[in-house]
């Protein structure tokens, strides 16, 4: 059951990453890949709120935030962009390891 | 168009998420296994970009759910901010430096080993068919 609940929880991470993808590049046009960037952000807060609280069960965590969050695509967009603007990308690249680690500790503290 | 691809890309993920949580990640897992899985799929993801663009007989639909539904779900990076968090915690400086530079090192080689293979295939007349 444990299975089938992750599966579900991650169908539905991905489709949430999906639609903010959609929305996202309706407005922006930028090449800072605002999308992956607010779903690492979103999805490092609340894996940190569900850290603290003692876990939301694997369906809420391992399947719902692993996949509403990405390291591929994030991984991918920093070489496509270096190809372009080196120091972009490396913005890019620290901003989200800096503000990920920063937005799991603000969830914890909501918390605990 | 737009429910298809919704389809592809909840079933993808339900995938992704699936195959990572079989290798043991998650909030009591081990973080090498966070590693292998975002070091693999960022391989994986650089191989089939690059298959993709000299391949136009693969849908958008087809794309969605391998790219963005499976690999995008299979990876993880909310882990990822958690783990670096833990070993900060536990005032394992060090680790959390190795983990956090070394995932991303990692991350940006698989990418670019994955698109080298692509090409490497393409140029390959045993590959073409």
Redesign the interface.
């Known amino acids: 059951m444990e299975?089938v609940m992750?599966?579900?929880?991650?169908?539905?991470?991905?489709?949430l990453?999906?639609m903010i993808?959609l929305v996202v590049s309706k407005w922006d046009h930028s090449p800072f890949p605002f999308a992956t960037f607010i779903v690492?952000l979103a999805?490092?807060f609340?894996?940190?709120m569900?850290?603290a609280a003692g876990?939301f069960g694997?369906a809420f965590?391992?399947?719902f935030?692993?996949?509403?969050?990405?390291?591929?695509?994030?991984?991918?967009e920093?070489?496509t962009i270096a190809a372009e603007k080196l120091w972009l990308s490396v913005f890019y690249?620290l901003i989200?390891?800096i503000s990920?680690?920063l937005?799991?500790?603000f969830g914890?503290l909501m918390i605990g | 168009m737009q429910l298809k691809n919704s389809l592809a890309i909840v079933s993808g993920g339900a995938l992704g998420a699936t195959l990572r949580a079989m290798i043991g990640t998650g909030l009591n897992g081990v973080p090498v296994s966070t590693f292998l899985v975002n070091v693999t799929g960022s391989i994986i993801l650089g191989f089939f970009y690059q298959f993709v663009q000299s391949n136009h007989r693969i849908s958008g639909t087809l794309k969605k759910f391998i790219a963005t539904g499976i690999l995008g779900s299979f990876t993880t990076f909310s882990t990822y901010s958690l783990d670096l968090f833990v070993y900060v915690r536990e005032g394992q400086f060090f680790v959390a430096f190795l983990y956090g530079i070394g995932s991303i090192l990692l991350g940006i080689i698989g990418i670019l080993l994955g698109m080298t293979i692509a090409r490497k295939m393409r140029r390959n007349p045993a590959w073409n068919g």
């Open positions: 299975w992750i599966a579900v929880g991650g169908g539905a991470g991905a489709w990453r999906y993808a690492n999805g490092s609340l894996m940190g569900a850290y876990d694997p965590s391992t399947g935030l692993g996949a509403l969050t990405t390291f591929s695509t994030f991984m991918y920093a070489v690249i989200s390891l990920g680690l937005m799991v500790v914890y």
